[in-house]
Structures are given as structure tokens and as C-alpha cells.
């Protein structure tokens, strides 16, 4: 929790207007909207952007197969967005389109600006064009002379163009990124960007001629030329808030963080930041980087045909099941394997049995056994002077560690510590029995009951308010059962605020369970002992590992579901030793993994590698290292 208000200001990627919205879309927008409600609730002044970018070779190329002007195309394709994020609950502050004259009169001042302090200059440019594409290639990503996409003869064209001066603002980038270690985050893509920037950095060609393509901003300085497009949209960050000098500009810019994918990385880390640089604007504070949402190994998209109708789904599943399956499903900054499956497993285990189930305990029991109303709490009731355990070490505990991993992008570790309190509470129910309370006759039953039926209450409460980011109409609900009016703030969300006498409404079928659909279990095969040749052993490649998190696997008493770093890389593995090890003993061991084994589906996960460990009668021991060595070391 917060003392003061901090500002924030953060944004989603522009996505073209060439592509409907699909679930990598949604899980950017989901998880950007989680965030921005999370501040609000924390009462921090909040601005939230997302829109379309409208502009540029592929958008002209689709409204042509279409049939219709480029306009026409964005027109239709930036509504379906907005459609969309409507239908998903998204609760954006803005919406920009770089079609906008509000955009292309900052971006056409930011042109000019760099014209005129000599940033940009007219070059010449040689390349192999793509007419399909309407792009050149370089010679690396050129396929037998063709098109890697049309796998049609590339044309060398040779034209003018003009270009942006980037390669001066090398050393600043590579000084910048050192100098702020989470400016880039998570870690990997800080390194991918390092590395990069190892190579010389080239100017960057910011124009089309207008004979090859006439939809773009014309440059303001010669109107023969378009902008190129990601020049172009870039700048939406900074022309959705009026651009600088505007208001809402020297309010919000400060403190803007932006959320992509891996995909976009190099412009966002690279151009991006000299852009600003040379325009005199101060750098981003974050760039927040995801990883993909992958169907049968490939990622999401619409050019690979493997479509996931994200709006289906929420309707098929509920808007809560599907962004609490998005936001918990995935590691920030890793890959993530989309499967109804997983969902319908977190849906029942997660939201049906834990927390539904809960919700409909607790409310029932306040209800019969409460008489429908909050009943006064007795101190002496409580641990350490009575029987009765206390749940508000466990609540403020989660909501210290909810904190720190929103601080983080960390919004897996966030719903996995309010599970953890969600656990506490069913336990603390299994414990107290109250039911059993009430039917005894001694004279102490009246005060212990009414504390255990407070206790469940405020636990109930707490959840109405630190829930509302990841699932808001569930959390609506619960604060609507108890009676709690006005807007969820996390400065309420302190043990013992519940007012006794406040009135309680029974809450059943929160989340219904989805019927089971059996998840295919791969099955595990063990190779036969025999001897081999050391040929044969080196060609297991055993690695060190140090285990990042690890989490029960739902609907599975053995499974646990393991990310490790094996230091260039984190993996994802699903390991049988959830009877002999507490995730959170696990997590930060170094063990020993087999890093080359191939993928195996393991209830409905991709498991890229196996733990080592060995068992004899019902004992189980993981291996791990007598002394310190660093993940992704080689064992020999
Ligand atoms: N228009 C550019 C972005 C300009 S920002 C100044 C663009 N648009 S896009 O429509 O292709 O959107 C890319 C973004 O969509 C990704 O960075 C990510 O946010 C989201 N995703 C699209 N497919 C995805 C997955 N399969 N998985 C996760 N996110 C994905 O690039």
C-alpha cells in the first residue's frame, strides 16, 4: 500500500488495423488494464492509452485485397478493436489513432524539429525489394534470392530517402540501458538490446516515397515523402497526451511505462529512445516486455492462421475465468502455451472450488449461523489468548507481496500470493468448524463463533478489494454481498475496518464449475538401463538450474510446474515431486536438469526439460549442487 499518490502513466502497443483483435492482442490489453486498476485502486493518478496504428505498407496492401480505401479499412478494423476492449471490460483513459489530426500535427512538429537541428538528412538507400510486401529485405532474412514471404525474386531498388541520424546516440543508448538496470525488463530482453547494440547501429531510413506509397504522414519538409511507419507510430505515446508542452503531457510523461511483446522490442528500445533523445523528450521509465502466447508451438497471430478468438472465449468462459487464466497462466517475459484445458482446469480448481466454494462456505455460514449479519468479534476469542487463529498476519502478508510483484509486472506471483491467502482462509474454516461451534452448548461457543464468522467476513471483504484488478466482477459481487458500497480502495484493505452488524447476503455459484474435459496426459516413459558408450551420455545435455518459481500443478497430486533459469534462458518444466517437496522449498535451488529432452505435454503443459531426482520406497530426493556454480553451467 501506498502513502501518496504516485502517477502513472502506461500504455499498450498501436495494433494495426490489418488484423482483428485475437488473444495476443487481448492478454496486452488484459494485463495493462489489470495494472491500471490495480494503481486506481491504490489511488494513484492513472492514465491508461491504447488505440490503433493505421498507417503504412500493410495496412494500403489489406484495404486493397479488400477492396476499399486504406480509411475505410481502419474505420472498421479500429472499431472491432474498440468493440472488443468494451466487451473485455477494459477501461482505458484514451484511445489514440494515428489517423487522428492530433497525431500527425505532433508528429509532423517532431519531424520538423529534427529537420531543422539537422538530425535527418536525404541518402541514398540500395535494397532488395519485395512488391508483395512492399518492403526491403536484408540479405540475412532473404530465402534462395526470394521473398522468405511470397518466395517471389526480390528487386534491388536504389532510391532516396531520408534518414534519421540514430548512429550518433549509440554510446547514450548503451550508457542509458547499463546506467538503469530495469529500464528494459524483464532481464533477458535488457541483455537481447545490449547485445544488439554490440553491432554498430545504423541511421534509420524514416521515409517512403510518396510514388510507392502515399498512406502515411507526409514529411513536413518534403511532400513527396511519407513517414516511415514506425516513426510514425511511436510517437503516439507522446501525441496522445497533446504532445510536449501540453498539460496532460508534463503531468503523465514523467512517468510513462510501456507494455509490449517481444515482437516489437527493437523499436521500442532502440529507435524509440534516440527518437526522444534527438527530440529533446525524456526517456520512458519502463519498457515492460511479454512474452507470446503460443497454439501448437507457434505464436498467436492471424498470418499463421491459428486464430484464438479471445471474445469467444470470454463468452464460452466468463470475462473474469478468462483474464484470471491470462494474467496467472503466464510468466512475465516467457512464452506461454494456450490450451482450453489449462483453462478450464484453473476455472474449476482455482476459481470454482478455492475461491468460489469460499465465498458460498463463508456467506452461508454468516447467513445460518450469523443470522445474515456480521456479528461483534471478542479479542479473547482470539490467538494468543483463545483458540481461535488469527488471518490477518496471512492477509497483511499478501498484501505486501501483492505490492512488491505488481512493482514487478509480476502478475503470476500476485494472484499465486492472494491463492495462497484464499488457502489460508478454507483451512482456517476446516480448523475453526464453526458449525461445530454452534451446536456446542458451553458458555464460551457465543464469543468464538461470532469471531470466527467476523474473521471470515473481513477475510471476504479483503478479497472484494485486492480481487477487483484480476477479476472485477467477481469482486464486485463479493463487496455487493457485504454490503459494501462506493469504489474499492486499497487503503481499506486493513484488518478489522468490517463494521459488525453490517448485513451479509448468501454468494453461491460465483465461478460454476465447467463440466471435466479429460486433459490428454503424455505418458512417461523411462528408457530401459543398459550400457552405453560415453558418446551416447554426451549427448544428454545436463545443465544447472536455478529454480525461478514453482507452483502446484490444478487437478494433480504430483505434478508441479517449475520455471528455471538456465542463465541464458528460463524454461518451463513439469516435474513428479509435488509429494515430497512444498513449491516454496523449491524455489531458489540450484538443480540439475536434462536440457535437450523434447517437449512433452504434461496436463495440458509444455514441459521443456526434465529434474533430476532420485526415489527409493516412496522417498524422493532432487538432485542439487555441494557447492555454488551459476545456472546453465554444463555437467560432465
Ligand atoms: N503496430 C505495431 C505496434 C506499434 S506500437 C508503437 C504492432 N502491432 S500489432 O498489431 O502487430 O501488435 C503487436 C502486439 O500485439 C504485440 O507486441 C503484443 O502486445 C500483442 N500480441 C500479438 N500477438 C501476440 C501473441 N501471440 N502473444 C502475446 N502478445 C501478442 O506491432
Known amino acids: 500500500m501506498t502513502d501518496r499518490a504516485r502517477t502513472f502513466y502506461l500504455t499498450t502497443p498501436i495494433y494495426y488495423v490489418n488484423d482483428r483483435p485475437h488473444l495476443g492482442h487481448a492478454y496486452t490489453t488484459i494485463l495493462a488494464d489489470t495494472m491500471a486498476r490495480y494503481r486506481r485502486l491504490a489511488g494513484d493518478d492513472v492514465w491508461f492509452l491504447t488505440g490503433t496504428d493505421e498507417h503504412g505498407d500493410k495496412i494500403a496492401q489489406a484495404a486493397a485485397n479488400a477492396g476499399i480505401t486504406p480509411q475505410q479499412l481502419a474505420d472498421r478494423n479500429s472499431a472491432a478493436f474498440r468493440d472488443a476492449w468494451r466487451q473485455l471490460g477494459i477501461e482505458y483513459s484514451d484511445y489514440i489513432?494515428?489517423?487522428?489530426?492530433?497525431?500527425?500535427?505532433?508528429?509532423?512538429?517532431?519531424?520538423?524539429?529534427?529537420?531543422?537541428?539537422?538530425?535527418?538528412?536525404?541518402?541514398?538507400?540500395?535494397?532488395?525489394?519485395?512488391?508483395?510486401?512492399?518492403?526491403?529485405?536484408?540479405?540475412?532474412?532473404?530465402?534462395?534470392?526470394k521473398c522468405p514471404d511470397h518466395q517471389t525474386p526480390l528487386t534491388w531498388i536504389e532510391e532516396e530517402n531520408y534518414f534519421f541520424k540514430m548512429s550518433k546516440y549509440q554510446a547514450w543508448l548503451i550508457e542509458?540501458?547499463?546506467?538503469?538496470?530495469?529500464?528494459?525488463?524483464?532481464?533477458?530482453?535488457?541483455?537481447?538490446?545490449?547485445?544488439?547494440?554490440?553491432?554498430?547501429?545504423?541511421?534509420?531510413?524514416?521515409?517512403?516515397?510518396?510514388?510507392?506509397?502515399?498512406?502515411?504522414?507526409?514529411?513536413?519538409?518534403?511532400d513527396t515523402y511519407v513517414t516511415y511507419v514506425w516513426f510514425d507510430a511511436l510517437i503516439n505515446y507522446v501525441s496522445a497526451l497533446g504532445g510536449p508542452g501540453a498539460p496532460r503531457f508534463?503531468?503523465?510523461?514523467?512517468?510513462?511505462?510501456?507494455?509490449i511483446a517481444k515482437d516489437i522490442v527493437k523499436p521500442h528500445a532502440i529507435y524509440w529512445p534516440c527518437m526522444l533523445k534527438a527530440a529533446g523528450i525524456d526517456l520512458y521509465r519502463h519498457l515492460n516486455v511479454h512474452g507470446y502466447w503460443t497454439l501448437g508451438g507457434r505464436k498467436i497471430s492471424k498470418s499463421v492462421g491459428n486464430l484464438v478468438e479471445a471474445l469467444a472465449l470470454k463468452d464460452k468462459?466468463?470475462?473474469?475465468?478468462?483474464?484470471?487464466?491470462?494474467?496467472?497462466?503466464?510468466?512475465?517475459?516467457?512464452d506461454a502455451a494456450f490450451s482450453e484445458d489449462a483453462l478450464v482446469s484453473r476455472l474449476n480448481a482455482d476459481l470454482a472450488n478455492d475461491l468460489g466454494n469460499l465465498v458460498a462456505r463463508a456467506t452461508t455460514l454468516i447467513v445460518n449461523l450469523g443470522e445474515g449479519k456480521v456479528p461483534t468479534p471478542d479479542p479473547r476469542a482470539e490467538y494468543p489468548f483463545g483458540t481461535v487463529p488469527s488471518l490477518r498476519p496471512d492477509f497483511e502478508r499478501a498484501v505486501v507481496e501483492v505490492e512488491g510483484a505488481m512493482a514487478e509486472f509480476a502478475f503470476q506471483r500476485a494472484l499465486a500470493t492472494i491463492w495462497e491467502f484464499v488457502g489460508a482462509v478454507n483451512r482456517f474454516v476446516d480448523t475453526t468448524q464453526p458449525w461445530l461451534i454452534a451446536k456446542q452448548i458451553e458458555p464460551d461457543g457465543r464469543p468464538r463463533l461470532s469471531t470466527v464468522l467476523y474473521a471470515l467476513a473481513e477475510a471476504l471483504r479483503l478479497l472484494g478489494i485486492v480481487l477487483e484488478p484480476f477479476v472485477p466482477e467477481a469482486?464486485?459481487?463479493?463487496?455487493?454481498?457485504?454490503?459494501?458500497?462506493?469504489?474499492?480502495?486499497?487503503?481499506?484493505?486493513?484488518?478489522?475496518?468490517?463494521?459488525?452488524?453490517?448485513?451479509?447476503?448468501?454468494?453461491?455459484?460465483l465461478f460454476p464449475r465447467v463440466e471435466d474435459r479429460t486433459p490428454r496426459v503424455a505418458a512417461a516413459t523411462r528408457a530401459a538401463v543398459a550400457r552405453v558408450p560415453i558418446d551416447d551420455f554426451s549427448k544428454v545435455d545436463l545443465r544447472v538450474a536455478e529454480v525461478l518459481t514453482a507452483?502446484?500443478?490444478?487437478?494433480?497430486?504430483?505434478?508441479?510446474?517449475?520455471?528455471?533459469?538456465?542463465?541464458?534462458?528460463?524454461?518451463?518444466?513439469?516435474?513428479?515431486?509435488?509429494?515430497?517437496?512444498?513449491?516454496?522449498?523449491?524455489?531458489?535451488?540450484?538443480?540439475?536438469?536434462?536440457?535437450?529432452?523434447?517437449?512433452?505435454?504434461?496436463?495440458?503443459?509444455?514441459?521443456?526439460?526434465?529434474?533430476?531426482?532420485?526415489?527409493?520406497?516412496?522417498?524422493?530426493?532432487?538432485?542439487?549442487?555441494?557447492?555454488?556454480l551459476p545456472p546453465g553451467t554444463k555437467i560432465t
Open 475 to 509: 469482486a464486485a459481487k463479493i463487496r455487493a454481498t457485504l454490503s459494501q458500497t462506493g469504489p474499492p480502495r486499497l487503503a481499506d484493505a486493513v484488518w478489522g475496518r468490517l463494521t459488525p452488524g453490517t448485513a451479509v447476503a448468501k454468494l453461491t455459484g
Open 250 to 259: 508534463e503531468r503523465y510523461w514523467p512517468h510513462a511505462q510501456h507494455v
Open 176 to 222: 542509458t540501458v547499463e546506467r538503469q538496470p530495469d529500464l528494459i525488463r524483464p532481464e533477458r530482453y535488457r541483455n537481447e538490446i545490449l547485445g544488439f547494440l554490440r553491432e554498430p547501429l545504423q541511421d534509420l531510413s524514416i521515409s517512403r516515397p510518396k510514388s510507392r506509397l502515399t498512406w502515411g504522414i507526409p514529411l513536413p519538409f518534403d
Open 317 to 334: 468462459y466468463g470475462n473474469d475465468a478468462f483474464r484470471y487464466f491470462v494474467l496467472r497462466e503466464m510468466v512475465f517475459g516467457l
Open 551 to 628: 507452483e502446484p500443478v490444478p487437478k494433480s497430486k504430483k505434478l508441479l510446474k517449475l520455471t528455471v533459469s538456465l542463465g541464458s534462458e528460463q524454461r518451463t518444466l513439469v516435474a513428479g515431486i509435488a509429494e515430497h517437496y512444498a513449491p516454496a522449498d523449491l524455489v531458489g535451488k540450484k538443480v540439475v536438469v536434462v536440457a535437450n529432452l523434447e517437449p512433452a505435454q504434461l496436463m495440458g503443459i509444455e514441459s521443456n526439460g526434465m529434474v533430476l531426482a532420485g526415489s527409493t520406497e516412496g522417498k524422493l530426493a532432487v538432485l542439487t549442487l555441494d557447492r555454488d
Open 97 to 145: 489513432r494515428t489517423t487522428e489530426a492530433r497525431h500527425t500535427t505532433v508528429v509532423q512538429a517532431i519531424l520538423q524539429k529534427l529537420w531543422d537541428a539537422g538530425e535527418i538528412y536525404l541518402g541514398k538507400y540500395g535494397g532488395h525489394y519485395c512488391f508483395g510486401c512492399e518492403r526491403f529485405y536484408t540479405e540475412k532474412e532473404i530465402v534462395d534470392g
